[in-house]
């Protein structure tokens, strides 16, 4: 992780916030790369690389980068995304209730439905901010597009599994159908940016792209706002479009930085 580009967007960071980046590689997290955010309690932002896709971390350090570049457009009004937890627990009974229609055990259903509520959750919030993140690596990073293109290839490909017959017998159509519009959309913004049609096929042949289109018109109307509203912008236009508005609340804190 010693890209020329990658240093840029951590001296970015750095020079944005007040707090500095610590890299470190963390094999608990479930996901290819995490971050957390600085607060004067925690002097320092943390980037996770899971060490399965640590040959991508260039590349996944600069995409936490630029996260929080987004995140601390406005240090003195940095939006929180907050799950509101009554909610969560109305959608985890209602989807466990159908995932065990298809088969799973009581605390099978529960378990599993638990992850994919969070993860869903987490997808809405992430997925519109990592979209501004490859725009702005477009634009600053020229260096690391070879890295970029063979990881997004692979994690398309990895995002494509989900349409396996298992996963959506025993997924409820409510979580499974949010998840692959915004998929769709994903891979139709790396489409853009790449020229690759093939990306789409999966999410063609299985009806989501005209959903992920609506996304991505939501997502281009709103890119072009100035920060550091576009991010919030962006996600409720997911939210009302996936009928999600009322699963989360904002939350705003201030931080001034180090200096």
């Known amino acids: ?4 580009n990658t240093q840029m967007l951590m001296n970015m960071v750095e020079e944005k916030t007040g707090f500095g980046v610590s890299i470190v590689v963390d094999d608990s997290i479930s996901t290819h ?3 957390i955010s600085a607060s004067h309690a925690r002097p320092m932002h943390l980037i996770q690389v899971n060490p399965k896709y640590e040959k991508y971390g260039d590349y996944l350090v600069a995409i936490q980068c630029a996260m929080l570049l987004v995140k601390w457009a406005d240090p003195a009004r940095i939006a929180e995304f907050a799950v509101r937890d009554e909610k969560a627990k109305s959608l985890i009974a209602t989807f466990s209730g159908q995932a065990q229609e298809q088969g799973l055990s009581p605390l099978a259903a529960n378990d599993y439905i ?4 969070s993860g869903l959750l987490q997808q809405l919030n992430s997925m519109p901010s990592q979209l ?3 725009d702005m690596i477009t634009e600053l990073c020229p260096g690391l597009e070879a890295i970029r293109k063979e990881y997004v290839s692979n994690e398309l490909s990895e995002l494509s599994r989900s349409f396996s017959k298992r996963i959506r017998q025993m997924t409820p159509k409510g979580i499974f159908d949010r998840n692959a519009a915004m998929n769709a959309a994903y891979a139709i913004k790396w489409s853009r940016i790449s020229g690759s049609r093939s990306v789409l096929l999966p999410y063609r042949s299985m009806g989501f792209i005209n959903k992920g289109t609506l996304l991505i018109d939501a997502y281009e109307e709103n890119a072009r706002k100035p920060d550091p509203d576009r991010h919030v912008d962006i996600v409720d236009s997911w939210a009302g479009i996936l009928k999600m508005e009322d699963w989360y609340v904002w939350r705003f804190r201030k931080e001034e930085g180090n200096e």
């Open 114 to 117: 638990k992850m994919t509520v």
């Open 33 to 35: 790369s995490g971050m």
């Open 1 to 4: 992780m010693t890209s020329s």
């Open 132 to 134: 501004i993140c490859m």
